[in-house]
């Protein structure tokens, strides 16, 4: 689910969201 919400996102939210995932 996490991926198709991050897709849909642009890519300066998708770093973000990246990051917190990360984190």
Excluded: C, M, S, W
């Excluded at 996490?2 to 969201?17: C, D, H, Q, S």
């Amino acid at each position: 689910l996490i991926g198709l919400l991050v897709t849909t996102l642009p890519a300066e939210k998708r770093r973000e969201v990246a990051a917190l995932i990360g984190q």
